[in-house]
Every structure is written in structure tokens, then in C-alpha cells.
């Protein structure tokens, strides 16, 4: 069994930082893409990054120029930094890991989610 524990949400100000932070943990032969979703009230769940085991990132165009995704392969925790938050950004963030358990086989895990919220 694999969980993914996601960190570091909370109520910011607008134009405020978080930090978010996702760390795999049990039975993990190898990792392979990570990334950060977002799902809003009444909303889908959307991308809004993703980064490779080689550090190759992807951001949706909501989130490019202010959030930064990173990884630590070692520790197998993947990170969100979000600066200059506005309140669309407003929402629960999940991560998402594509785990290799044994060799070959590979499956699609997901956080329970952390709450961002900003407002003044």
C-alpha cells in the first residue's frame, strides 16, 4: 500500500505565499511522474502541475509565473511553492503520484487533499 500525505495549506492574504508539501510513503519500488491538482466547489479536479522523475515540468497557464513545482527524489516528496496568491486559487489541493510498486507494475495514487484558502 502506498499513501501520499500533502502539507502546508491553510488561510493566506492575497499576493501571500504557501508552501505545499507531498510525501509517498510504503511498499515503493520507484516513482515516476508527480504533480498538484486543484478542485474548487462546484468545480472538476484540474492540473496544475506536474514534474518527471528528471525534473521536466508542466504548469497549467492559471498557474505559470507564480507556482513552482519541485521534487526531492530521495525523499520522495514532491513541493508547490504558490506566490502571489489571489483568491481564485482558492480550493482543496491533491497530489498525485504514479508509483511503480514491483517492477513493471505501476499505479496512479492520490492525496487526501489540503485546504488553500485566500482571502482578506
Known amino acids: 500500500q502506498v499513501q501520499l500525505v500533502e502539507s502546508g495549506g491553510g488561510l493566506v492574504q492575497p499576493g501571500g505565499s504557501l508552501r505545499l508539501s507531498c510525501a509517498a510513503s510504503?511498499?515503493?519500488?520507484?516513482?515516476?511522474?508527480m504533480g498538484w491538482y486543484r478542485q474548487a466547489p462546484g468545480n472538476q479536479r484540474d492540473m496544475v502541475a506536474g514534474?518527471?522523475?528528471?525534473?521536466?515540468?508542466n504548469y497549467a497557464v492559471s498557474a505559470k509565473g507564480r507556482f513552482t513545482i519541485s521534487r526531492d527524489n530521495a525523499k520522495n516528496t514532491v513541493y508547490l511553492q504558490m506566490n502571489s496568491l489571489k483568491p481564485e486559487d482558492t480550493a482543496v489541493y491533491y497530489c498525485?503520484?504514479?508509483?511503480?510498486?514491483?517492477?513493471?507494475?505501476?499505479?496512479?495514487?492520490w492525496g487526501k487533499g489540503t485546504q488553500v484558502t485566500v482571502s482578506s
Open positions: 498525485n503520484a504514479g508509483v511503480e510498486v514491483v517492477v513493471g507494475d505501476d499505479y496512479d495514487f
Open positions: 510504503g511498499s515503493i519500488f520507484s516513482i515516476n511522474a
Open positions: 514534474i518527471t522523475t528528471g525534473g521536466s515540468t
